[in-house]
Structure formats: structure tokens, C-alpha cells
């Protein structure tokens, strides 16, 4: 019984870290930089989008913000008319 448990537990684990990996791109990203954000403004930006990218939220200041911070990570496109006003 208790290798049974034991088992399950291992499978559960093994699953787990499986699933919450990042993939070979992103750690190469990672590991090309020495902090997760280029700035606290790069970290604010990031949270408040989501990693599809799907219904940005972009502003001026942003764009701008990107540009001089130099930030990394996955592009987010957006047309001019999406980007919202400061």
C-alpha cells in the first residue's frame, strides 16, 4: 500500500514540474539576461498582459518605455489605433 502511495505521489510530482516548465526558447531568454524584468516598468507591463497577447493593453508611455529600458521577452504587436492614450 504504501509503494502504491508513494508511486502516486511521484507520478503527481513528476507531472507537475512537467507541465510548469518553460520551454527551451524561453530559458534561453532567461538565461540572456540577469534580472526576469528589464526595469519595474518592464515587470508592471508584463503583468498586465498575458502571455498569448490576446487584448493588449499598451500606452504611449510603454512603447516609449520599451524602447529606452530596452526590454526582452515576447513581442506584443499592436496597430497604432490600439494603443492607448496617456
Known sequence: MRSKISTAAAL?????????????????EWRGHTTHFA??????????NNLE?????????????????NWWGKTLTVEPG?????
Open 53 to 69: 497577447g490576446k487584448n493588449p493593453k499598451v500606452t504611449r508611455l510603454d512603447v516609449e518605455n520599451s524602447r529606452t529600458q
Open 12 to 28: 503527481i510530482v513528476v507531472a507537475f514540474l512537467a507541465g510548469a516548465c518553460a520551454t527551451s526558447e524561453q530559458w534561453a
Open 82 to 86: 490600439q494603443v492607448i492614450q496617456n
Open 39 to 48: 526595469s519595474g516598468d518592464h515587470g508592471m507591463f508584463s503583468m498586465s
